[in-house]
């Protein structure tokens, strides 16, 4: 079955960088790109762009663009969101889902990033 | 500000039937762009619900359906139970922002 598992929860301090994980497994990574989503406390959902698993080809939302790096290691199956310059806004949980254009038909457990000093 | 408009919030008494309405623009809704719905209990993983306005993936029951018309679409949920008590998004993609965007999210409470 499809499972997408991402990394634990992580504390950091304002102006640091975090780097989440997203583990795939139950299908061939590099057949299917994989879109990752923020939700701030409260809120709604959040698109933040995509990562072709297959070329490494990326897209990010506008406003995210300045801040955001994605990768992937495909032979681990692994793919990464790295968001820079955090600031106490970024509180969040993040997810990964398997993108299946055009909708998202499974997602990771989400990994909530705390900043703060 | 979402770009797509969903109540903040619904409820129903078990067995009774809900609706939660999704109203976009002619930017996504209204061009064309298929309209996709998710549960969300908080802190799990979001769950595929219908795409492409109507459809259901293998293993959601039929009780959940999906409809669109003009720049709005609607998730019918029917016979409620007390395990629909989620949070319930809409999601298409927008031509102006090139990319996609959700509603606000509707909390569904039954009673």
């Known amino acids: 079955q499809v499972q997408l598992v991402q990394s634990g929860a992580e504390v950091k301090k304002p102006g640091a960088s975090v780097k989440v994980s997203c583990k795939a497994s139950g299908y061939t990574f590099t057949s299917h790109s994989i879109q990752w989503v923020r939700q701030a406390p409260g809120q709604s959902l959040e698109w933040m762009g995509w990562i072709n698993a297959g070329n490494g080809n990326t897209k990010y939302s506008q406003r995210f663009q300045d801040r955001v790096t994605f990768t992937m290691d495909t032979s681990a199956s692994t793919a990464y969101m790295e968001l820079s310059s955090l600031r106490s806004e970024d509180t969040a949980v993040f997810y990964c889902?398997?993108?299946?254009?055009?909708?998202?038909?499974?997602w990771g457990q989400g990994t909530l990033v705390t900043v703060s000093s | 500000q979402s770009v797509l408009t969903q109540p903040p919030a619904v409820s129903g008494a078990p067995g009774q039937r809900v609706t939660i309405s999704c109203t976009g623009s002619?930017?996504?809704?209204?061009?064309?762009?298929?309209v996709h719905w998710y549960q969300h209990l908080p802190g799990t993983a979001p769950k595929l619900l219908i795409f492409?306005?109507?459809n259901r993936p293998s293993g959601v029951p039929d009780r959940f359906s999906g409809s669109k018309s003009g720049t709005s679409a609607s998730l019918a949920i029917t016979g409620l139970q007390a395990e629909d008590e989620a949070d319930y998004y809409c999601q298409s993609y927008d031509n102006n922002l090139s990319g996609w965007v959700f509603g606000g999210g509707t909390k569904l409470t039954v009673l």
């Open positions: 002619s930017s996504n809704i209204g061009v064309g762009h298929g």
């Open positions: 889902a398997r993108d299946q254009w055009p909708h998202f038909d499974f």
């Open positions: 492409a306005n109507s």
